[in-house]
């Protein structure tokens, strides 16, 4: 089975600052991995995802993530970050099926941006 | 295009009472539906997941229950609830038939027992 670890709960910064949000994955075959944002009371809202090929990429809201397999990681990374970016983050993979898939997700970093 | 509808947005009801939440979705057949839970603090648990109408995937034992009668809609059920249940519900819906999939969310129902 996969499994997801968001290495921190929390994630403060100063706006205009440069921010990564890090993300681990285990899994023995091939995955699929995602950034989802939420916003409070709020559904998910998809980021990016990885599905295959360039290993960069890029998401809406001028954020993007590399995946590396080697690490068996997928950091999600902005260059300068604003209020409105304030929100909680999710990782999430997914594996291959034949009935479709499920996503399981990581517990989660609220990122918060101070003026 | 397709939307997922989730109701009601927020539900305040005391311990021992039954609940039902109600997602559907529109502008696709046949999706795989999901139920999860975000608890205060914590991340998104999934409950349960369907692939077909009357076919339910339970992750984790529990209080709940969750019915397909539909194509296209999910409901989320309770007996009788406890004070452990509250949290946020979200509602999802994917694409079946596919080697990968990305779900799609409803805005949440906030459920507190009191």
């Known amino acids: 089975a996969q499994s997801v670890t968001q290495l921190d709960s929390q994630v403060p910064v100063f706006e205009e600052a440069p921010v990564e949000l890090r993300c681990n994955y285990s899994?023995?075959?091939?995955?699929?991995l995602f950034w989802y944002v939420q916003y409070p009371n709020q559904g998910l809202q998809l980021l990016l995802k990885y599905l295959s090929g360039s290993t960069l990429v890029k998401g809406i809201n001028g954020f993007e993530a590399e995946f590396n397999k080697s690490q068996t990681s997928f950091h999600l990374r902005k260059p300068s970050v604003h209020i409105s970016d304030t929100a909680e983050y999710f990782c999430?993979?997914?594996?291959?099926?034949?009935?479709?898939?499920?996503?399981?997700f990581g517990e989660g970093t609220q990122l918060t941006v101070n003026p | 295009s397709q939307t997922i509808h989730q109701w009601p947005a927020t539900l305040v009801q005391p311990v021992g009472s039954p609940l039902s939440l109600e997602c559907t979705v529109e502008g696709t057949s046949n999706p795989n539906l999901y139920w999860y839970r975000q608890a205060a603090g914590r991340g998104l648990q999934l409950l349960f997941y369907?692939?077909?109408?009357?076919?339910i995937s339970s992750e984790v034992p529990q209080n709940l229950s969750a019915s397909r009668p539909q194509d296209r809609q999910f409901i989320l059920s309770s007996k009788k609830l406890l004070l452990s249940d509250s949290g946020f519900y979200l509602c999802?819906?994917?694409?079946?038939?596919?080697?990968?999939?990305?779900?799609?969310f409803g805005q949440g129902t906030r459920l507190t027992v009191v």
């Open positions: 999802a819906w994917s694409l079946v038939g596919r080697g990968w999939t990305e779900a799609f």
């Open positions: 899994s023995s075959v091939s995955v699929y």
């Open positions: 999430a993979v997914s594996v291959e099926e034949t009935s479709g898939s499920r996503l399981t």
């Open positions: 369907s692939v077909g109408i009357g076919q």
